[in-house]
């Protein structure tokens, strides 16, 4: 069985989020519990296996939808709710070459207007950190 690879556009800059720390833990669910090419399961499974109220995911997702990692669309004809999805750049896959040719894609559909775009911010370096931070023993 081979490993998932996923890009690191956002697991190495999960610390620049601007989100709390609780819709982060939730993405790393969403990376672990997706398909390979980031398909989702719906939001009451994703409930369930989280271990938390529907209500409370749909506050865990807000912060991703706006940020664009995870992506909603409406079902198809005849199926009720909404299908969810990892945006392809955020998505785990099941070797390299498959990757490569979703971001290829993704590239294609973001330019044309089909794809939304990351919504990651552009920092540099890390910010610093005002002072000393105040550490203390648990």
Same mark, same amino acid.
Request: proline share 9%.
């Given at each position: 069985?081979?490993l998932?690879?996923?890009?690191p556009?956002?697991?190495?800059? $999960?610390?620049?989020?601007?989100?709390?720390?609780?819709?982060?833990?939730?993405? /790393?669910?969403?990376?672990?519990?997706?398909?390979?090419?980031?398909?989702?399961?719906? /939001?009451?499974?994703?409930?369930? %296996?989280?271990?938390?109220?529907?209500?409370?995911?749909?506050?865990?997702?807000e912060?991703?939808?706006?940020l664009?990692?995870?992506?909603?669309?409406?079902?198809?004809?005849?199926?009720?709710g909404?299908?969810?999805?990892?945006?392809?750049?955020?998505?785990?896959? &099941?070797?390299? &070459?498959?990757?490569?040719?979703?971001?290829?894609q993704a590239? %294609? &559909?973001?330019r044309?207007?089909?794809?939304?775009?990351?919504n990651?911010?552009?920092?540099?370096a890390?910010p610093?950190? %005002?002072?000393?931070?105040?550490?203390? $023993?648990?």
């Amino acid at each position: 069985m081979s490993l998932p690879v996923m890009s690191p556009l956002v697991s190495t800059r $999960i610390w620049a989020l601007p989100i709390g720390g609780a819709p982060v833990k939730f993405l /790393q669910f969403l990376v672990f519990r997706s398909e390979p090419g980031g398909a989702l399961p719906s /939001q009451r499974t994703m409930a369930t %296996e989280y271990g938390v109220a529907p209500s409370t995911v749909s506050a865990l997702l807000e912060p991703l939808f706006e940020l664009n990692i995870v992506l909603r669309s409406k079902a198809e004809e005849g199926r009720g709710g909404n299908r969810y999805k990892l945006h392809p750049l955020a998505a785990t896959y &099941d070797s390299i &070459d498959s990757m490569t040719a979703a971001f290829a894609q993704a590239l %294609e &559909d973001m330019r044309a207007g089909r794809l939304a775009t990351l919504n990651l911010p552009e920092y540099r370096a890390v910010p610093p950190v %005002e002072g000393r931070p105040e550490l203390r $023993i648990a």
